[in-house]
């Protein structure tokens, strides 16, 4: 893992969105808010690229976005 400090604010922002819809989720019984909060929490940690960090992110919020659009 490299510890560059854009590395650490992209893992800082995007962990920091985790838990926020981790915590809207478990307020609000959200499963998929849940479960995207959580993978955010987690995976920032096995990524090494700032870039990466970002496209996952980005993946997961339009995973999140398909399934509340189709009613989960």
């Known amino acids: 893992m490299h510890l560059t400090p854009g590395w650490i604010v992209a893992s800082l922002i995007i962990s920091s969105i985790g838990f926020i819809l981790l915590h809207y989720g478990r307020k609000m019984a959200r499963l998929p808010q ?35 659009r189709l009613g989960w």
């Open 34 to 68: 849940v479960i995207v909060g959580l993978a955010m929490l987690i995976y920032p940690y096995f990524v090494p690229g700032v870039l990466a960090n970002v496209l996952v992110a980005a993946g997961l919020l339009a995973v999140l976005w398909l399934a509340v």
